[in-house]
């Protein structure tokens, strides 16, 4: 099973990105998902999770700014970041399990970087 995440860049403070996170290497529908995020120095910290039934969790520095969405027919998952602030730059990881399975999966993470 692999996580492809993708979507991050450089954008100025303000501007807005959407990350994108698909596995692949499975028929298994993903069950939990999640995206976590470290900066340099920091420990990495969840962002926002999204489970099978649709409850969203976010982190209190992103509520407001920050959606998690899933595409159960393409085994996918994003995260629409708008109202991007300079803390928020890090790299942004996706995480999922998978209905049937107890092994968690990480993508290869993505870099965000927002100027001031």
């Known amino acids: 099973v692999q996580l492809q995440a993708s979507g991050g860049g450089l954008v100025p403070a303000g501007g807005s990105l959407r990350l994108s996170c698909v596995a692949s290497?499975?028929?298994?529908?993903?069950?939990?998902m999640a995206w976590y995020r470290q900066a340099p120095g920091q420990q990495r910290e969840l962002v926002a999770r999204l489970s099978a039934t649709g409850r969203m969790n976010y982190a209190d520095s992103v509520k407001g700014r920050f959606t998690i969405t899933r595409d159960n027919d393409k085994n996918a998952v994003f995260l629409q970041m708008n109202s991007l602030k300079p803390e928020d730059t890090a790299v942004y990881y996706c995480?999922?399990?998978?209905?049937?399975?107890?092994?968690?999966?990480w993508g290869q993470g993505t870099l965000v970087t927002v100027s001031s």
């Open positions: 290497g499975t028929r298994l529908s993903m069950n939990v």
């Open positions: 995480n999922a399990d998978f209905q049937g399975t107890t092994a968690v999966y």
